[in-house]
Protein backbone atom coordinates (compact mmCIF):
# COMPACT_ATOMS: atom_id res chain seq x y z
CA UNK A 1 0.00 0.00 0.00
CA UNK A 2 3.25 2.29 1.19
CA UNK A 3 4.88 2.06 -2.52
CA UNK A 4 1.46 2.38 -4.66
CA UNK A 5 1.78 6.23 -2.88
CA UNK A 6 4.98 6.48 -3.10
CA UNK A 7 5.81 5.62 -6.84
CA UNK A 8 3.42 8.80 -8.24
CA UNK A 9 5.35 11.13 -5.48
CA UNK A 10 8.67 9.85 -6.90
CA UNK A 11 7.50 10.17 -10.29
CA UNK A 12 6.32 13.89 -9.71
CA UNK A 13 9.37 14.48 -7.63
CA UNK A 14 11.89 13.08 -11.46
CA UNK A 15 9.80 15.73 -13.20
CA UNK A 16 10.44 18.75 -10.90
CA UNK A 17 14.20 17.73 -11.20
CA UNK A 18 14.56 17.34 -15.03
CA UNK A 19 12.48 20.70 -15.13
CA UNK A 20 15.47 22.20 -12.97
CA UNK A 21 17.77 20.59 -14.57
CA UNK A 22 16.36 22.36 -18.13
CA UNK A 23 16.29 25.66 -16.47
CA UNK A 24 20.33 25.50 -15.09
CA UNK A 25 21.20 24.44 -18.79
CA UNK A 26 18.89 27.64 -20.41
CA UNK A 27 20.76 29.90 -23.56
CA UNK A 28 19.21 33.55 -23.11
CA UNK A 29 19.49 34.58 -26.84
CA UNK A 30 18.64 38.72 -26.76
CA UNK A 31 18.92 40.59 -30.08
CA UNK A 32 18.99 44.25 -30.32
CA UNK A 33 17.32 46.48 -33.35
CA UNK A 34 16.62 49.57 -34.34
CA UNK A 35 13.06 51.12 -35.01
CA UNK A 36 14.00 49.78 -38.87
CA UNK A 37 14.38 46.43 -37.34
CA UNK A 38 18.22 46.10 -38.56
CA UNK A 39 20.54 44.06 -36.23
CA UNK A 40 22.17 46.91 -33.93
CA UNK A 41 26.16 46.03 -33.36
CA UNK A 42 27.57 47.23 -30.41
CA UNK A 43 25.43 47.47 -28.41
CA UNK A 44 25.52 46.10 -24.42
CA UNK A 45 23.70 44.27 -22.69
CA UNK A 46 23.58 43.45 -19.23
CA UNK A 47 22.07 40.84 -16.55
CA UNK A 48 21.21 42.14 -12.93
CA UNK A 49 22.34 40.71 -10.21
CA UNK A 50 25.23 39.68 -8.13
CA UNK A 51 28.62 41.29 -9.59
CA UNK A 52 30.31 38.96 -12.16
CA UNK A 53 34.00 38.29 -10.48
CA UNK A 54 36.39 40.07 -11.43
CA UNK A 55 38.92 39.64 -14.10
CA UNK A 56 42.52 39.39 -12.92
CA UNK A 57 45.68 40.00 -14.81
CA UNK A 58 46.78 43.49 -16.85
CA UNK A 59 44.98 46.36 -17.04
CA UNK A 60 42.75 46.77 -19.74
CA UNK A 61 43.67 49.10 -22.30
CA UNK A 62 42.41 51.93 -24.24
CA UNK A 63 44.62 53.23 -26.66
CA UNK A 64 44.49 56.61 -29.11
CA UNK A 65 45.26 55.70 -32.44
CA UNK A 66 45.44 57.95 -35.28
CA UNK A 67 43.17 60.43 -32.69
CA UNK A 68 40.68 58.09 -31.95
CA UNK A 69 40.40 56.24 -28.85
CA UNK A 70 40.67 51.88 -29.80
CA UNK A 71 38.70 50.45 -28.90
CA UNK A 72 35.57 52.92 -29.43
CA UNK A 73 33.68 51.56 -26.76
CA UNK A 74 35.28 49.30 -24.31
CA UNK A 75 33.66 46.99 -22.12
CA UNK A 76 34.58 45.62 -18.38
CA UNK A 77 33.97 44.91 -15.19
CA UNK A 78 33.55 46.64 -12.40
CA UNK A 79 37.06 47.61 -10.33
CA UNK A 80 38.86 46.74 -12.97
CA UNK A 81 41.86 48.79 -13.78
CA UNK A 82 42.56 50.23 -17.59
CA UNK A 83 45.35 51.90 -19.36
CA UNK A 84 45.66 54.74 -21.51
CA UNK A 85 48.85 54.87 -23.37
CA UNK A 86 49.05 57.23 -26.18
CA UNK A 87 50.14 55.97 -29.53
CA UNK A 88 50.11 59.11 -31.75
CA UNK A 89 53.14 61.14 -31.76
CA UNK A 90 51.32 64.14 -30.66
CA UNK A 91 50.43 64.42 -26.97
CA UNK A 92 46.18 64.42 -25.61
CA UNK A 93 44.98 65.02 -22.80
CA UNK A 94 42.10 62.75 -21.52
CA UNK A 95 39.38 63.28 -19.48
CA UNK A 96 35.25 62.41 -18.39
CA UNK A 97 32.57 64.48 -16.53
CA UNK A 98 30.67 61.80 -16.47
CA UNK A 99 29.10 60.55 -12.75
CA UNK A 100 30.37 56.83 -12.77
CA UNK A 101 33.90 58.24 -13.15
CA UNK A 102 35.17 61.56 -13.43
CA UNK A 103 38.72 62.06 -14.27
CA UNK A 104 41.21 64.01 -15.90
CA UNK A 105 44.88 63.14 -17.69
CA UNK A 106 46.95 65.98 -18.86
CA UNK A 107 48.10 66.69 -21.86
CA UNK A 108 50.91 63.74 -22.31
CA UNK A 109 52.71 61.51 -24.79
CA UNK A 110 53.33 57.92 -24.32
CA UNK A 111 51.95 56.10 -21.16
CA UNK A 112 50.58 57.03 -18.21
CA UNK A 113 52.51 55.97 -14.78
CA UNK A 114 49.22 54.60 -13.40
CA UNK A 115 46.10 53.30 -14.63
CA UNK A 116 42.56 54.81 -13.84
CA UNK A 117 40.42 52.27 -11.76
CA UNK A 118 36.63 52.22 -12.68
CA UNK A 119 34.72 51.38 -9.03
CA UNK A 120 31.46 52.33 -10.02
CA UNK A 121 29.05 50.91 -12.58
CA UNK A 122 27.66 53.64 -15.55
CA UNK A 123 28.90 54.54 -18.49
CA UNK A 124 31.42 56.96 -19.06
CA UNK A 125 32.11 59.20 -21.86
CA UNK A 126 35.78 60.14 -22.90
CA UNK A 127 36.75 62.73 -24.80
CA UNK A 128 40.33 64.97 -25.41
CA UNK A 129 40.75 68.43 -24.36
CA UNK A 130 42.62 68.82 -27.43
CA UNK A 131 41.08 67.07 -30.23
CA UNK A 132 37.62 67.21 -30.42
CA UNK A 133 36.35 64.74 -32.93
CA UNK A 134 38.15 62.20 -30.15
CA UNK A 135 34.74 60.58 -28.23
CA UNK A 136 35.30 56.78 -26.30
CA UNK A 137 32.72 54.86 -24.36
CA UNK A 138 34.07 52.95 -21.27
CA UNK A 139 30.94 50.65 -20.59
CA UNK A 140 31.70 49.58 -16.96
CA UNK A 141 29.39 46.75 -15.68
CA UNK A 142 28.27 45.46 -12.24
CA UNK A 143 26.53 41.78 -13.78
CA UNK A 144 27.48 39.68 -16.75
CA UNK A 145 27.06 41.41 -20.00
CA UNK A 146 28.26 41.45 -23.20
CA UNK A 147 28.49 43.49 -26.86
CA UNK A 148 26.07 42.23 -29.95
CA UNK A 149 27.25 41.31 -32.94
CA UNK A 150 27.17 42.38 -36.35
CA UNK A 151 23.94 40.15 -36.21
CA UNK A 152 22.84 42.06 -33.14
CA UNK A 153 22.74 39.25 -30.79
CA UNK A 154 24.11 38.24 -27.58
CA UNK A 155 23.87 34.59 -25.65
CA UNK A 156 24.26 33.96 -21.62
CA UNK A 157 24.08 30.61 -20.27
CA UNK A 158 21.75 31.27 -17.07
CA UNK A 159 20.25 28.81 -14.50
CA UNK A 160 17.15 31.06 -15.18
CA UNK A 161 16.02 33.38 -17.04
CA UNK A 162 16.28 37.39 -15.39
CA UNK A 163 13.33 39.25 -14.73
CA UNK A 164 15.20 42.01 -16.91
CA UNK A 165 18.14 43.20 -18.85
CA UNK A 166 19.74 46.85 -18.93
CA UNK A 167 20.50 47.58 -23.07
CA UNK A 168 23.03 50.33 -23.92
CA UNK A 169 24.32 52.16 -27.25
CA UNK A 170 26.23 55.04 -27.84
CA UNK A 171 23.36 56.14 -30.40
CA UNK A 172 20.22 55.75 -28.06
CA UNK A 173 17.95 58.39 -28.31
CA UNK A 174 17.81 58.06 -24.56
CA UNK A 175 21.69 59.98 -24.00
CA UNK A 176 24.80 58.02 -24.40
CA UNK A 177 25.08 57.29 -20.30
CA UNK A 178 21.63 55.87 -19.92
CA UNK A 179 21.38 52.24 -19.16
CA UNK A 180 17.85 51.13 -20.45
CA UNK A 181 15.78 48.57 -18.35
CA UNK A 182 14.10 45.58 -20.44
CA UNK A 183 11.33 43.65 -18.87
CA UNK A 184 11.82 39.85 -19.94
CA UNK A 185 9.34 36.93 -19.50
CA UNK A 186 10.19 33.28 -19.56
CA UNK A 187 11.00 32.76 -23.15
CA UNK A 188 14.66 32.34 -24.42
CA UNK A 189 14.83 34.54 -27.04
CA UNK A 190 14.17 38.23 -26.75
CA UNK A 191 14.39 41.04 -29.36
CA UNK A 192 14.59 44.56 -28.14
CA UNK A 193 14.34 47.80 -30.22
CA UNK A 194 16.50 50.64 -29.11
CA UNK A 195 15.71 53.72 -30.71
CA UNK A 196 18.54 55.40 -32.04
CA UNK A 197 19.91 59.01 -33.52
CA UNK A 198 22.41 60.40 -35.33
CA UNK A 199 25.24 62.20 -33.61
CA UNK A 200 24.66 66.36 -33.58
CA UNK A 201 27.86 68.03 -35.13
CA UNK A 202 29.90 69.84 -32.30
CA UNK A 203 32.66 71.95 -31.98
CA UNK A 204 34.08 71.44 -28.25
CA UNK A 205 34.34 68.44 -25.62
CA UNK A 206 31.55 70.14 -23.51
CA UNK A 207 28.81 70.50 -26.25
CA UNK A 208 28.95 66.86 -26.46
CA UNK A 209 29.26 66.21 -22.82
CA UNK A 210 27.55 68.75 -21.30
CA UNK A 211 30.27 71.04 -19.34
CA UNK A 212 30.00 74.14 -18.15
Known amino acids: MVLRWALPALLILASMLA ?7 SRLTVKIVDA ?21 G ?19 QRGRAVSFPNSDNIRHHVYSFSPAKTFELKLYAGKPKNPVIFDTAGVVLLGCNIHDSMVGYIYVAEG ?20 HVYVWHPLQS ?16 HTIMVHTTQPAPRDTFGDRFGAP
Do not use: W
Not at 19 to 25: E, G, I, T
Open 19 to 25: HQAVAAN
Open 36 to 56: QMRPLSGAVVELPGVQAPLVA
Open 58 to 76: QPAVMDQIDKRFVPELLLI
Open 144 to 163: PSAMTTDAGEVYFDVDEIPG
Open 174 to 189: GGPEVRARHVLDAETT
